[in-house]
């Protein structure tokens, strides 16, 4: 048996994958079982956020597994201590809480939202009603799906966790009015400041306005879930400096830790102390392989004129698409790219991309790309001739 017939055998068969097996990576480019070179715009879906292997990840991972892998929480590291530090410095939270997944740092922001409310209104108020966004996606496990705004999550696994009202993404009036319906009921707001999964949708300025000028009226608590969007992705540390606001909550993943598990939940001042001894917990958070490769990250994001690149980068690519007839529309921010097409189906052209060994994601009827942010103009170039040629 080759390799997918021994993974699918023992393996559950919850993702569509394809017949490709990786075997190896550097930089931009991951090599098959098979020996072919893949140009990589995917980056495990922006979790390899300085690429394949990058050196001083690679040594700042391999340091610590020899050092110290794990301790839990029983104990500190200073590895944790300076990750945290780094962080909250770099984004302005007061603290944090670790995990090892987006799901998991959604999952954090919504039991601290509910928290803030019966701590200070009490378990009578039932002030725990969390609006969400239509069409947004926050996680795979039972609070986090019934959080995601999409139907299509929304099967099987009835009874879904209730306290969760939708509102349609930039519809101000629709915002206003389940605020209202729910008046004195609702704990948080909680929104991607771009869709992703939703297929790269950037939320518009008035309506971020809107949920911050309305939850402030109301102490009710804003949770960005920054997720996909966070960690240099849209070419600033976090996507909320684009709209020029800094949610009481916001979460990040994938790209954090450079392809290692995390996830946190950064809390300012207001409710960085809601969770208190004995609430929450997580054996595996605060991991600190985990913590080294996130400091090495941080290092790389948040090096002067780091980010500027970024913008660079995606304007560079923007320009290219712009070149495509085939491409419809362009939308996202940085090196978080979403491409409608005109007339090919997005599916088919992903695969048509693989089949040309170039690896790119999709998101609903869009092609995505979520490149590593330390992808170089030559590989760029690479990456854009194949696609141009498969959109022919
Ligand atoms: C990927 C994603 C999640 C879920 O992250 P996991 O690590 O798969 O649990 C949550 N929110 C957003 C915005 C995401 O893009």
Redesign the pocket.
């Known amino acids: 048996m080759n390799t997918i017939e021994r993974f699918n055998k023992n393996v559950m068969g919850t993702y569509g994958r394809f017949d490709l097996v990786l075997e190896h990576g550097e930089k931009c480019t991951a090599v098959s079982e098979d020996d072919k070179k893949y140009i990589d715009f995917g980056s495990g879906?922006?979790t390899n956020s300085l690429g394949f292997c990058d050196t001083e990840w690679v040594d700042a991972v391999c340091t610590q597994a020899k050092n110290i892998q794990h301790t839990s929480n029983y104990y500190y590291t200073k590895v944790q201590a300076d990750f945290a530090n780094k962080l909250c410095g770099l984004t302005g939270y007061s603290k944090m809480f670790f995990g090892?997944?987006?799901?998991?740092?959604?999952e954090c922001a919504i039991k601290l939202a509910r928290k803030y409310s019966f701590d200070k209104y009490g378990a009578d108020a039932e002030r725990n009603i969390i609006i969400t966004l239509q069409n947004?996606?926050?996680?795979?496990?039972m609070a986090?799906l019934s959080a995601t705004g999409q139907d299509v999550f929304h099967n099987y696994f009835f009874p879904f966790l209730p306290g969760f009202v939708n509102v349609e993404a930039n519809n101000i009036e629709d915002l206003k009015n389940k605020l209202h319906e729910y008046e004195g009921k609702i704990c948080a707001v909680m929104f991607?400041f771009i869709?992703?999964?939703g297929g790269v949708i950037p939320l518009e300025q008035s309506f971020v306005d809107a949920i911050f000028d309305e939850c402030q009226k109301r102490d009710i608590l804003t949770i960005g879930?920054?997720?996909?969007?966070g960690v240099g992705r849209t070419g600033k540390l976090l996507a909320s400096e684009h709209y020029g606001k800094k949610p009481d909550i916001t979460?990040l993943?994938?790209g954090l830790a450079g392809g290692v598990?995390i996830?946190v939940c950064l809390a300012n001042e207001r409710c960085c102390d809601v969770l208190t001894k004995g609430t929450h917990g997580s054996t595996f958070g605060g991991n600190p392989i985990s913590c080294a490769g996130g400091n090495a990250v941080l290092n790389k994001v948040s090096a002067p004129g780091f980010l500027d690149e970024v913008l660079k980068k995606g304007d560079y690519i923007r320009e290219k698409l712009s070149e495509i007839p085939e491409v419809q529309d362009v939308d996202g921010l940085g090196l978080m790219i979403g491409v409608r097409l005109k007339t090919k189906k997005a599916a088919d052209m992903c695969k048509a991309c693989l089949d040309n060994n170039l690896l790119v994601l999709t998101a609903k009827d869009k092609l995505r790309f979520l490149p590593p942010l330390t992808i170089r103009y030559d590989e760029i170039d690479k990456g854009m001739e194949i696609l141009k040629n498969v959109l022919k």
């Open positions: 879906i922006g090892n997944s987006g799901a998991e740092a959604n947004s996606f926050h996680g795979r496990t986090t991607e869709q992703g999964e879930d920054e997720v996909q969007t979460t993943a994938k598990p996830g």
